[in-house]
C-alpha cells in the first residue's frame, strides 16, 4: 500500500464554486437531439415530444447550464429555419456532420426542454457562414419582449414571454480548417468584436464568449488566443477553451494524468489573457468558459469510413466508456474546480448518445455511462468556496507528462452561514494496482466527522455500463476511520474516484 497525505484549510481558498462549471452540451449531430433529448412517440416523451427518461436523468447529473445548437454545427446553422410551425421548416444539409438535419427540434423546443431540465440556455451564434446581423437577429428573436418584426414573430410562434438567455458564444472553434466558414485570427477577432459590440447595443448586460483554439495542440495556440483578445477584449467577458482526452496506444498511465495537461491548458489561457490585459492596461479580466471537455476517442473517429448518405441522425462517437474513463472525468472535474477562479463556465460534451454520460436507445430505455457518477456526484456535492489542497504523495513515471502524482485532489466548504456546514474532498488515485492510504489533516476544520466515502473502482478498469447491464459500475460506499487528532485515513482503491464528505457535528 502506498502513501499520502495533504493538509485542508480555510485559508487555501480559491474561489467560489460556479455553478455554471457543472454545464453541458447539446449539438445538433448524431443521437443526441433526435432520439436522445427528443423521440416524438416513446413510451416516456411528454406532450412536447421530449423523453421524459432522459429528463429524470438529466436532472439527477446536475447539469446547471447547456450549450446550443454547436458545436461545429452552429456554423452552417440558420436559426430561422428552426422556429414557426414544424411542417413548415425546411430540411437542410448538415456539413458539419455530413447528415441531414429536419429542423423539427428548434429553438422553441430547445428553450421548453430547457425549462423543464431546470437548466440555463448557453446559446452560439453562427459566425461561421453568417455574421453580425444574423447574431442580432436571433438575440432580438430570442430576449426583445415584444413591438418588433422578430420578437412578434417569436410571440406569433408561441412564446409571448422572450428567453432570457444571458450567456452567449460567439462562434465555435473557428481556428479549425475543419470549420464551415473557418477564419484566420486577426478575421475572427475582428467579426467577434463587432458582433459583440452590436449585440450590446442591445442589451449591455450580456455575458459573451469568443472562439479560443479548439485545442491546445493546436499550431496557432497561444498566438490565437492574443490576437483574438487584442481585438476583442473589451467587448467580451470570456475565452473558451476545447479539450479531449484518449487513452492512446495502450498509454494507460498517462491517460489517467490526464489532468495534467488540462491544468497546462488553463494556466496557459490565463497567462495569455493577463498578458493581453496588461498590454492593454484593462483593468477587467477575462475568464474562461471551458465549454467543451471530455473523454473522447476521436482516433477510432477518425480511422472509420467517412460516410456517403445524407442521414437523419445517423450514430456518431457513440462511445461506451468504462472505469477509468470515468476516473479520467473525475479527475478533469478536480483540474476545473481548482481553477475557478478563471474557470467560471464549462460544459461536458455532449450530454446524450454523442460521447456523453446518458445514453439512450430509439424506442427504448436510457442509462447512466460509467462517466455519469463522478460528474453528478460533483455537481452535488461541490458547493461553497474551492479550497486548494497540495497532496504529498508518491510519483510515477507517463509518457506523455512526466514525472506525476498518484493522487490528485480537491476540496470545496460549504460554510454555516450558507445553509450547511460541510466538507467535501474530491480525489482520484492514478496508480494501477496499488491502494493509496490518504491522511487528511482537518485541524483546520475542528469537530468534522465522516459523513461517507463513495468510491467508484473496479477490479476491471475496462467495465462499462451496458443496456443489457446499466448498472455495472456505479459508486459503493467504503469504510474511513474516525478522526483522531485532527486527521482522517481513507483508503483509496487503484484507478478510483472518491468523494469523502464530512459535517460539523451536531
Not at 463522478?374 to 508518491?394: I, N, W, Y
Not at 460549504?414 to 466538507?423: F, H, I, V, W
Amino acid at each position: 500500500m502506498l502513501h499520502a497525505s495533504l493538509t485542508v484549510d480555510p485559508a487555501f481558498r480559491v474561489a467560489d464554486v460556479s455553478p455554471r462549471t457543472f454545464g453541458s452540451f447539446v449539438e445538433h449531430m448524431g443521437r443526441c437531439v433526435y432520439t436522445g433529448i427528443y423521440e416524438p412517440g416513446h413510451p416516456y416523451a411528454d406532450e412536447d415530444g421530449l423523453r421524459r427518461d432522459v429528463l429524470d436523468l438529466v436532472r439527477e447529473l446536475g447539469v446547471t447550464a447547456v450549450r446550443y445548437p454547436g458545436g461545429n454545427f452552429v456554423s452552417g446553422f440558420r436559426w430561422e429555419d428552426s422556429v414557426g410551425p414544424v411542417a413548415d421548416r425546411p430540411t437542410r444539409l448538415d456539413l458539419a456532420w455530413h447528415s441531414t438535419e429536419t429542423n423539427a427540434f428548434g429553438l422553441h423546443e430547445f428553450h421548453r426542454w430547457a425549462e423543464k431540465a431546470g437548466v440555463e440556455p448557453m446559446m452560439a451564434v453562427n459566425l461561421g457562414t453568417r455574421g453580425v446581423a444574423e447574431a442580432l437577429d436571433l438575440l432580438e428573436y430570442c430576449n426583445h419582449p415584444g413591438g418588433t418584426a422578430w420578437s412578434d414573430q417569436r410571440i406569433k410562434n408561441g412564446a409571448p414571454d422572450p428567453f432570457g438567455i444571458r450567456m452567449w458564444c460567439l462562434g465555435n472553434e473557428m481556428d479549425g480548417p475543419w470549420q464551415t466558414g473557418h477564419k484566420t485570427a486577426q478575421e475572427y477577432g475582428r467579426i467577434a468584436a463587432e458582433t459583440a459590440r452590436a449585440m450590446r447595443m442591445i442589451d449591455p448586460k450580456l455575458e459573451l464568449v469568443a472562439c479560443g483554439s479548439s485545442s491546445s495542440a493546436m499550431p496557432t495556440f497561444g498566438a490565437w488566443e492574443a490576437t483574438v483578445l487584442e481585438e476583442a477584449y473589451d467587448q467580451v467577458d470570456y475565452i473558451s477553451c476545447h479539450a479531449y482526452y484518449e487513452e492512446l496506444d495502450g498509454d494507460l498511465g498517462s491517460f489517467l494524468a490526464s489532468g495534467v495537461d488540462m491544468d497546462h491548458f488553463v494556466e496557459s489561457v490565463v497567462a495569455t489573457a493577463d498578458h493581453i490585459r496588461a498590454k492593454l492596461r484593462r483593468k477587467k479580466r477575462i475568464n474562461l468558459s471551458f465549454d467543451e471537455w471530455n473523454v473522447w476517442y476521436n482516433t477510432r473517429f477518425e480511422a472509420q469510413e467517412k460516410p456517403t448518405e445524407w442521414a437523419v441522425a445517423p450514430r456518431v462517437i457513440e462511445d461506451e466508456y468504462n472505469v477509468a474513463d470515468a476516473v479520467v472525468v473525475g479527475g478533469l472535474l478536480i483540474s476545473l474546480l481548482r481553477h475557478s477562479d478563471r474557470v467560471t463556465a464549462a460544459c461536458l460534451a455532449q450530454l446524450v448518445n454523442v460521447i456523453a454520460p446518458i445514453r439512450s436507445e430509439a424506442g427504448g430505455p436510457s442509462w447512466r455511462q460509467t462517466t455519469f457518477h463522478p460528474f453528478a456526484q460533483a455537481a452535488r456535492h461541490a458547493r461553497g468556496t474551492v479550497l486548494r489542497v497540495e497532496p504529498v504523495a508518491p510519483t510515477y513515471e507517463t509518457k506523455r507528462f512526466g514525472e506525476v502524482s498518484v493522487v490528485d485532489a480537491v476540496a470545496t466548504h460549504l460554510a454555516e452561514a450558507e445553509g450547511a456546514d460541510e466538507l467535501t474532498v474530491f480525489a482520484v488515485n492514478r496508480h494501477q494496482s496499488e491502494n493509496v492510504e490518504l491522511a487528511l489533516d482537518l485541524r483546520a476544520f475542528p469537530g468534522y466527522t465522516p459523513v461517507e466515502h463513495s468510491v467508484l473502482s473496479d477490479p476491471d478498469v475496462r467495465a462499462a455500463n451496458t443496456q443489457d447491464d446499466p448498472e455495472r459500475v456505479r459508486p459503493y460506499t467504503a469504510d474511513t476511520g474516525p478522526v483522531a487528532d485532527g486527521r482522517l485515513t481513507a483508503s483509496l482503491p487503484p484507478v478510483s474516484w472518491n468523494v469523502i464528505r464530512l459535517r460539523r457535528a451536531g
